[in-house]
């Protein structure tokens, strides 16, 4: 994809305000086939995640639409991980190199996508609240915009720099799957018999955690628990189109079980921040804090894992669901 292509991509708005979509994504290059070497589907998969990433720009420039941080910072933990699972056909001083820049332009999008988080959240529930913790929710959800409009400004100086720009310039190779990779055994190796010896490591690290958060659940080990699950979504997801409706169905329930959790820590950020804020409220404002104390209720409910939850995922860990 040239750098025009990618301009091309940029958002319109319509006479009447609302968001026209972004044209789709033409991502047929980036397709696997049976012949394909390990190498191959390390050249595809990182390409097609960097061509994501720079996709959806021009439409996190703007900031309208959030779901577009939202996919660009998808696209910087998709290509986090690539590095690690495709490690052998990854030559190190590259992947040395963008685990930096990654989690440089990741930490600000993801900034900028957890208020986004928060704001929808918050918005929600004020929608449908009685006073006074509509009240509260109103105040709350005034901050939270102006922490984003702060994010927004660090996010866009990033995308704005010659950092961003040289690491623009070394991933056109990758997306126009012009970069060699090395020759060595393990790059050489059919794809249909790496990618399952590949997707039975990162289920191993995967159930080692789950074995982990089924000992001792704290909130650490759960989060370690989501870390790893979307590890070995993304692990089975490289190498979808070679195995089949069996991956795939396991691709999804695996993201499933990650959603789930990630709401439950969404849930859990956001009372933190609630609580913070409540303690901000002046004692002789005394509405203002019963609504914060209505809201914090509400929210400390959703950050809780639910049995029947909790029991899926460990479902998970002892084989159940193992396509």
């Not at 913790?133 to 915009?145: G, I, K, N, Y």
């Not at 289920?203 to 074995?211: G, I």
């Not at 795939?248 to 079980?257: D, F, N, Q, T």
Request: net charge positive; charged share 35%; hydrophobic share 40%.
């Amino acid at each position: 994809m040239r750098p025009a292509a990618i301009e091309r991509a940029r958002l319109r708005l319509e006479p009447g305000g609302a968001l026209e979509r972004a044209p789709r994504l033409d991502e047929s290059a980036f397709s696997l086939y049976q012949g394909d070497r390990l190498a191959d589907v390390a050249l595809k998969s990182i390409g097609r995640q960097l061509a994501r990433l720079f996709w959806h720009e021009a439409g996190a420039r703007l900031g309208v639409n959030p779901e577009h941080v939202h996919d660009m910072r998808v696209a910087t933990r998709r290509l986090r991980t690539a590095l690690r699972v495709f490690a052998a056909a990854i030559p190190r001083e590259t992947r040395q190199e963008w685990r930096q820049e990654l989690r440089w332009i990741g930490r600000a999008l993801g900034s900028v996508r957890d208020c986004d988080v928060e704001l929808d959240r918050v918005r929600r529930m004020a929608a449908d609240a009685p006073e006074p913790e509509r009240a509260a929710l109103f105040v709350f959800t005034s901050l939270l915009e102006i922490k984003r409009a702060r994010k927004r400004v660090t996010l866009l100086e990033r995308l704005d720099s010659p950092r961003f720009s040289r690491f623009r310039r070394h991933a056109q190779p990758w997306i126009e799957l012009r970069r060699v990779t090395p020759d060595t055994r393990a790059a050489r190796a059919p794809a249909y018999i790496a990618g399952p010896r590949v997707v039975a490591v990162w289920d191993r690290r995967m159930l080692e955690a789950c074995d982990e958060a089924k000992r001792k659940t704290t909130a650490e080990n759960v989060h370690a628990l989501r870390i790893a699950i979307k590890g070995a979504r993304y692990a089975v997801e490289y190498f979808v189109e070679l195995e089949g409706p069996g991956a795939r169905r396991r691709a999804k329930h695996l993201g499933r079980l990650q959603n789930m959790l990630g709401a439950r820590q969404d849930a859990a950020v956001l009372l933190r921040h609630m609580r913070r804020y409540a303690r901000t409220i002046p004692s002789r404002d005394g509405e203002l804090s019963l609504g914060a104390r209505i809201a914090i209720r509400k929210i400390s409910r959703a950050a809780r894992v639910r049995k029947s939850e909790w029991r899926e995922v460990l479902e998970l860990g002892s084989g159940a669901e193992r396509a």
